[in-house]
């Protein structure tokens, strides 16, 4: 029970300001840098609040980032991995990976 809690609190918080911020008459959304990790974390908890038990999203993630740097599996703790598949491209060393993620509670 606690950990729906913590998982749908940050959510309700985040929606409720950005809700008031975009309705006023002159709003200029924000442009600051946005990193993938950042991204990917604002997904996951999206995820975890708004999917029923049991539910799942599934996504595509590459597994370098441009650097080359290895990217690791996302956890968060109210989603378990279902599956991973991975994609490889003909003639380059670039893979994707399909990521299977299910709500648990």
């Not at 309705?23 to 609040?49: H, V």
Request: hydrophobic residues 40%; glycine residues 2%.
């Amino acid at each position: 029970m606690e950990k729906q809690h913590i998982c749908k609190q940050k959510l309700t918080f985040f929606m409720s300001n950005s809700a008031k911020r975009n309705r006023q008459d002159k709003y200029i959304p924000p442009k600051r840098p946005y990193s993938f990790e950042a991204m990917l974390n604002d997904i996951l908890d999206f995820a975890a609040s708004s999917l029923v038990d049991g539910g799942r999203i599934s996504m595509w993630m590459p597994t370098a980032n441009d650097e080359q740097v290895e990217l690791g599996i996302p956890m968060h703790p109210c989603l378990e991995v279902v599956s991973v598949c991975v994609q490889a491209f003909n003639k380059c060393e670039v893979k994707d990976d399909l990521l299977v993620l299910s709500a648990i509670r």
